[in-house]
């Protein structure tokens, strides 16, 4: 498994956010529920997200993003996708 950093840049549309957040924070919930999430939040500003992925690969990862309901509502307009390695935390020792 590979961990991913994934930063998400959102639309200024707050309606559009409120709109979905409840799909995107169940489906979150899901995938984390599931041990392909293992941490993430949002920035204070409202503005986008960090949310840190573990996932085969960039194709199975694109998968979970690509059915985010804040991707197929078009509330994420810009991402940004790292591989990470972690070295210090919890997350380096999974």
């Given at each position: ?24 924070m169940q ?37 979970y993003l ?20 972690a070295a ?7």
């Open positions: 498994m590979n961990t991913y950093a994934v930063l998400w840049t959102y639309t200024a549309d707050a309606e559009q956010i409120a709109r979905h957040r409840d799909s995107h489906y979150i919930k899901r995938l984390a529920a599931e041990g392909a999430i293992v941490e993430g939040g949002g920035w204070r500003d409202g503005s986008g997200a960090l949310i840190v992925f573990r996932a085969s690969d960039r194709e199975q990862l694109k998968g690509d059915a985010d309901p804040f991707t197929t509502e078009g509330v994420i307009v810009a991402t940004q996708i790292h591989e990470w390695a210090i935390g919890p997350i380096a020792r999974i």
